[in-house]
């Protein structure tokens, strides 16, 4: 009842008249979308792409025992070439200078961690610490200053092993963009190959790096 009141007091005030009702806005007429727009395929995505129009069903039957007659490969990936790092390891006490390749199997030990299964148990050790010191003095030469593994100390070399690893991991994101970048260049050159004519992904491309057979 109040609010009929107070509903008839503003009609009375408003001379009778019920209040306008505001006009409704002008639809804005729709626009036609325009197609849209496909998204760029990668390099990578077109070759891909490229596969599956590939009918192998529609090929000549090939001989028993015959998988393929053409092959046509870039080869494979090596990795980098051994950059010295100069850093000396200790014989009896004393720093001791290596050459490039007497350096860089030096380093390949000093990347064997010491509490894992190759040195972390004294009979593996023994064996793991023979065979590399029989190759490595090869290497080093008959009349070279290193002649007893016992008086080897690698921890120089070790400690700057380690730091390439921290520098590794607190990589920048740009750094860590354009190693990305260095490795699909590497894999659109290696990665694909034509066999009898037709494009196929290959599986590998990296050759294992060299360092000790573990």
Known sequence: AEKKAKAAKRRRESGGAKP?????????????????KKKALTATEKLDLAMTSY?????????KGINWRTLEHCGVAFSDEYTPHGIRMFYDGKPVELTPAQ???ATWYATVPPDGPHLGKPETAEIFNRNFFRDWRELLGEHHEIQEFEKCNFDPIRAYVQE?????KAMTKEEKEENSKTRKQM????????????????????????????
């Not at 390439?164 to 590794?168: G, L, M, P, Q």
């Open 20 to 36: 306008a009702k505001k006009p409704r806005a002008e639809a804005k007429p729709k626009v036609a979308a325009g197609p849209k």
């Open 55 to 63: 009918k192998w069903w529609d090929d000549e039957e090939l001989p």
């Open 103 to 105: 350096e860089e199997v």
């Open 164 to 168: 390439e690893r921290e520098k590794k």
């Open 187 to 214: 894999q659109l050159k290696y990665g694909y190959c034509f066999v009898d004519g037709h494009l196929e992904k290959v599986g590998n491309i990296l050759i294992e790096p060299p360092g000790l057979f573990r």
